[in-house]
């Protein structure tokens, strides 16, 4: 099965299970006496928490066969690598491009002037190349990821195929 395929089946798991809470929260069922709402209730948890189960299972079953798919493609060292890349990026950013230019200020009292540090010109437009250079090495890193995981094909237990089709996920 696809990749993208799997991806789309764990999305359509959490909002399986998102659904199910939301309909335990607002759980409003009439019983015709005390005691058969009461035993109604548990039933209704029981189940609830039966389908959660299966459901959580199968997810994490999702994520732990695209890991070893990820680890086996050297997808998990380029993920590393583009946070690595984007660490840098963040910080020439927020942090280097937010220093103002060098400048000199002339004293209001007759005191002389001061001078500011700062960029220059040059190494701002340095640290801005530095970001576009950064930005497209992180987008060829992320597309050579996600060309691998399209083309990906990973072999899914039977079982879990079964549970798929329990809850109408697949065909």
Known sequence: MKIKTLRRIETEIDSEISFMSRRLRNLSKKADSLENAKIEGSNTIEA????FMELNAAKFTIRGLVSEFNS???INRKTAEIAELEATKSFIEDVALSVSFAQTRESNYGSGSSHHVGLSEETEDSLRASVRGLTRKIQGLKDSCNGT??????????????????YSLVD
């Open 72 to 74: 086996t493609k050297g």
């Open 48 to 51: 609830a928490q039966k389908s």
């Open 149 to 166: 995981n399209s083309q990906g094909d990973i072999q899914i237990p039977e079982k879990l195929l079964n549970l798929f089709k329990v």
